[in-house]
């Protein structure tokens, strides 16, 4: 499976990189802000990230056939409560992204 990461933070896109990597997928990184986004089965999006329209990107991602993981923090109640998240499959606190992306990842629909 092939996962897209929308991340303008450093440190969280190293960090899920290795953990798709070592569940035996193949990550891609770019930034919610790109002008072209790749194409992929799964997205993991960044709820709290910088950009605007997030709710745009992913809609964009859906509506490609790109199953959208939305993640944040636990205590930012309004950014799980977002358009964005609204749009997403599935929405993950940051900790749930670290440490069961496994099990979210497994509920991705992949159509050959």
Aim: proline share 4%.
């Amino acid at each position: 499976m092939t996962v897209l990461i929308l991340e303008d933070n450093l440190l969280w896109s190293a960090r899920l990189k290795r953990t798709i990597e070592g569940l035996g997928h193949r990550a891609l990184v770019a930034s919610p802000l790109a002008a072209e986004i790749p194409q992929a089965d799964a997205a993991i999006v960044n709820l709290s990230a910088a950009a605007p329209n997030l709710d745009v990107v992913v809609t964009a991602l859906r509506e490609r056939g790109i199953h959208v993981i939305g993640h944040a923090g636990h205590k930012e109640r309004e950014v799980h409560e977002s358009p964005a998240a609204a749009l997403c499959d599935q929405v993950l606190t940051n900790s749930q992204a670290t440490y069961k992306l496994e099990a979210a990842l497994a509920l991705v629909d992949i159509r050959v």
